[in-house]
């Protein structure tokens, strides 16, 4: 392995920061070792065995359903991974499940805000711990990182989540809105340079300043959405403390947030900072310290200043009406029919969570909205063509009829190729391995259409 030259000039910036210890950091980066972790879905767990995890228990410590594997394997060619039932993160990133935990009331209908999401991984780890009927909204200002992102959020498979596709000033329109937001900001990456170390010829001291100055911007903007006594959650994956404690002072000092302490197990190896001015909290991350990559993390709360709460009633969109007909085409391929509500889009049925319907049109009014909710599909005449989006969703009927494929079929369904299955009944049937959904397909008396969507078909040999 070729010895990794880290910036000379980061090294020197990180020297006075506590928990930095030059030999250990810089023998870390050279070992090279490559840490893969993680994160089950809980909407999807049935009993079933994890053949990434290949018998092993390594928990990430912080984090509930994090788990690291002994080994990268292919995740192209596991079908559990197409079916949603684990999201591949990096392990330090996962602590976001402590800084909620610590600092909001999971427990209520919230309405939170993954401000820079693509592709997913906080978004994924933030719908896992809110209620049923709260909100997510899940944002990506890169219009072509969008659609990861919605791809990402269909196979988690709920229905209490919106991804936009906006500009953190956009957000403005909902003044006081969000019980929470939370901020993982673009940065200059230093963080992940032992994952990545061709990223290590982009770094500059001038590069860190530019992206300090984008973080302020970002922040500055999406600020008015927050409520008075929410929560903002701010993350990097960078050491520079001009993107780490240096925000954090900022936004104490000039942004007049409360810094907000989190409790650490002194055994995770996590190392609490305090910024230099007014001693704000922040949680660093180092690759020598722990398993996992680097990482910066902290919380605060919106002062309660008096002013006025987001008044609901603003908008006026009524949404296309579905008829009861539709309805009782779409009732049977659902687990319930109580508790949502329908709209239409195009030809297609939505169904979402009956607490957000207000909440919809109040974003519809004012953002651009890529994906909501779960798409259910096509009513023609009294049949429904069902959509990919329901087969993964934690909204499908399991009595709806499945076939159970082995791990060959499964993988000739995920690269949309022709499938030989026997079964005796015909028309829509769900194609599961290992229990899980992983799409649609129409069998016909003399063949079977595979209804896999073409743009997610793997290509992987
Ligand atoms: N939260 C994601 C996850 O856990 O999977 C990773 C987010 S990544 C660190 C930062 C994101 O911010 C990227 O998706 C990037 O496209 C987005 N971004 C870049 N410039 C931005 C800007 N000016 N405002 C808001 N987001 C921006």
């Known amino acids: 392995m070729a010895i990794m030259e880290?910036?000379?000039?980061?090294?020197?910036?990180?020297?006075?920061?506590?928990?930095?210890?030059?030999?250990?950091?810089?023998?870390?980066?050279?070992?090279?070792?490559?840490?893969?972790?993680?994160?089950?879905?809980?909407?999807?767990?049935?009993?079933?065995?994890?053949?990434?995890?290949?018998?092993?228990?390594?928990?990430?410590?912080?984090?509930?359903?994090?788990?690291?594997?002994?080994?990268?394997?292919?995740?192209?060619?596991?079908?559990?991974?197409?079916?949603?039932?684990?999201?591949?993160?990096?392990?330090?990133?996962?602590?976001?499940?402590?800084?909620?935990?610590?600092?909001?009331?999971?427990?209520?209908?919230?309405?939170?805000?993954?401000?820079?999401?693509?592709?997913?991984?906080?978004?994924?780890?933030?719908?896992?711990?809110?209620?049923?009927?709260?909100l997510l909204v899940s944002n990506e200002v890169i219009k072509a990182r969008v659609n990861v992102l919605a791809e990402n959020m269909t196979k988690w498979g709920s229905g209490n989540v919106i991804v936009t596709n906006n500009d953190p000033k956009d957000f403005q329109r909902l003044e006081k809105y969000f019980d929470a937001i939370v901020v993982d900001a673009p940065?200059?990456?230093?963080?992940?340079?032992?994952?990545?170390?061709?990223?290590?010829?982009?770094?500059?001291?001038?590069?860190?300043?530019?992206?300090?100055?984008?973080?302020?911007?970002?922040?500055?903007?999406?600020?008015?959405?927050?409520?008075?006594?929410?929560?903002?959650?701010?993350?990097?994956?960078?050491?520079?403390?001009?993107e780490d404690e240096d925000i954090s002072e900022w936004l104490v000092m000039e942004m007049d947030l409360e810094s907000l302490a989190l409790e650490l197990d002194p055994q995770w190896g996590i190392i609490e900072t305090r910024s230099a001015r007014c001693g704000a909290n922040g949680y660093r991350f180092y690759p020598d310290r722990l398993k996992g990559e680097g990482f910066f993390i902290a919380a605060f709360r919106k002062k309660n200043t008096g002013g006025h709460e987001w008044r609901s009633g603003r908008a006026n969109k009524r949404p296309d009406t579905v008829s009861q007909k539709e309805i009782d085409t779409i009732a049977p391929f659902l687990n319930r029919a109580d508790g949502l509500f329908f709209i239409r889009q195009g030809d297609e049925l939505i169904a979402m969570p009956d607490s957000l319907k207000q909440d919809l049109a109040v974003i519809q009014d004012a953002l651009y909205i890529k994906k909501a909710g779960v798409k259910i599909g096509q009513v023609i005449r009294t049949d429904l063509v069902p959509d990919h989006e329901l087969a993964l969703s934690n909204l499908i009927n399991p009595s709806v009829d499945r076939i159970d494929v082995d791990l060959e079929t499964a993988l000739q369904y995920l690269r949309k190729e022709e499938l030989k299955i026997k079964c005796s009944g015909t028309g829509w049937h769900l194609v599961c391995y290992q229990q899980l959904p992983l799409g649609w397909v129409k069998i016909l008396p003399n063949r079977v259409n595979n209804y896999y969507p073409s743009a997610w078909r793997i290509l992987n040999k």
């Open 6 to 134: 880290l910036p000379e000039q980061l090294i020197a910036s990180l020297k006075n920061i506590p928990g930095f210890e030059e030999a250990a950091f810089k023998a870390v980066h050279e070992s090279g070792e490559q840490i893969t972790s993680v994160r089950l879905n809980s909407n999807k767990i049935f009993n079933i065995q994890y053949s990434i995890l290949n018998g092993h228990q390594d928990r990430v410590p912080w984090s509930t359903q994090g788990y690291y594997l002994p080994r990268r394997p292919s995740f192209t060619l596991d079908p559990q991974f197409h079916a949603g039932a684990y999201y591949v993160q990096e392990a330090s990133s996962m602590f976001l499940e402590q800084a909620l935990k610590q600092t909001i009331d999971l427990e209520k209908r919230l309405k939170i805000l993954d401000l820079c999401a693509a592709p997913g991984g906080k978004s994924t780890l933030i719908q896992s711990l809110i209620t049923e009927d709260s």
């Open 187 to 242: 940065c200059s990456g230093s963080g992940l340079f032992r994952k990545d170390p061709d990223a290590i010829a982009e770094w500059s001291e001038n590069n860190v300043a530019l992206c300090g100055q984008r973080q302020q911007r970002i922040l500055t903007d999406v600020l008015p959405a927050l409520k008075e006594g929410g929560v903002l959650v701010y993350s990097t994956c960078s050491y520079s403390l001009r």
